[in-house]
């Protein structure tokens, strides 16, 4: 239990399609001045070292954020911007800390991570005293106690590293119990593409709960039918009303610069809708 470590993956193409998205939700939300919870069931470490001895082994950044031609990605402007101080310092931010740099005065987060080193980097790169919580506590349990927050405003990434199988189940439990406490949150659940037929699966499963208005992202990198992780993707319960077309606006270009033989693969469905 508790093996996954990010450190083997930061900055690879998962991460880009998540952060991303994770960033253009950050934005939408502070649109308006009211502030907002974030909530990171699954917050990982924060920063990463890309040249670390467990970053190198995989080298997974090489062929994601590393690989980027940002200059001829028009859309990834503001992403860029986020990381490009890290990157040039070989490092890359997690999702607690894109966050977390971007918190407005009355915004606040609230970390999740369980495994007893990451929790203490998590501290050190993150933890601020009544504006970011770490918490060394199981987050899919945690993130019903938070919701709804005070401030009546939610945005909610649950990043499983799936190493239980029964993730893929349990991660729709989650997301239908949280709607169900509050329905206007915002949900972002990341998934990786190794077998397409868990994916589909967990398509059927959201169809066939409670929730409305979910939303899948996927970008894919390398043949279906290849081994590993071939694609990830997103499911946005609530997503802005803006991002279907700003991701199909941008992501063929990202798809294909990050794809094994420069083949363009994405998808855009509405599993619910509204
Ligand atoms: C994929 S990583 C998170 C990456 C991070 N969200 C990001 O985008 O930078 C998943 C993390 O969840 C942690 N974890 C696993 N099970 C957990 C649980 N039940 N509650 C909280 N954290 C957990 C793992 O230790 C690992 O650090």
Same mark, same amino acid.
């Given at each position: 239990m508790f093996s996954y470590q990010h450190h083997y993956h930061a900055g690879n193409h998962a991460d880009v399609l998540k952060h991303w998205l994770l960033l253009a939700c950050v934005r939408y939300l502070q649109l308006k001045e009211k502030p907002?919870? %974030?909530i990171d069931t699954h917050a990982g470490a924060g920063l990463y070292r890309l040249d670390s001895a467990m970053a190198r082994k995989t080298a997974e950044s090489d062929d994601g954020i590393l690989k980027l031609d940002w200059f001829r990605l028009p859309g990834l402007e503001d992403y860029h911007r986020q990381v490009? $101080? $890290?990157? $040039?310092?070989r490092c890359y931010p997690g999702s607690p800390l894109l966050v977390k740099r971007l918190l407005r005065s009355g915004d606040k987060a609230w970390l999740f991570e369980m495994h007893p080193q990451i929790i203490?980097?998590?501290?050190q790169n993150c933890e601020q005293r009544r504006v970011c919580h770490v918490r060394r506590e199981d987050g899919f349990k945690a993130l019903s106690a938070l919701l709804p927050p005070a401030s009546h405003r939610a945005l909610v990434l649950i990043d499983p590293? %799936?190493? /239980?199988?029964s993730d893929y189940q349990t991660v729709v439990k989650v997301m239908a119990n949280a709607y169900q406490k509050m329905p206007q949150a915002m949900l972002l659940?990341? %998934?990786?593409?190794v077998d397409r037929q868990r994916v589909r699966q967990l398509e059927k499963d959201f169809a066939n709960s409670k929730i409305?208005? /979910?939303?899948l992202f996927e970008m894919g990198v390398a043949q279906p039918d290849g081994a590993g992780m071939t694609a990830s993707g997103m499911v946005v319960v609530n997503p802005p009303w803006t991002l279907a077309d700003e991701f199909a606006r941008t992501i063929p270009g990202v798809s294909a610069q990050l794809s094994n033989d420069h083949q363009t693969?994405?998808?855009?469905?509405?599993l619910v809708a509204q």
């Open positions: 907002f919870d %974030y490009a $101080d $890290d990157i $040039d310092a203490e980097e998590l501290r590293s %799936y190493e /239980v199988k659940l990341w %998934y990786p593409v409305r208005n /979910v939303h693969r994405w998808r855009h469905r509405v």
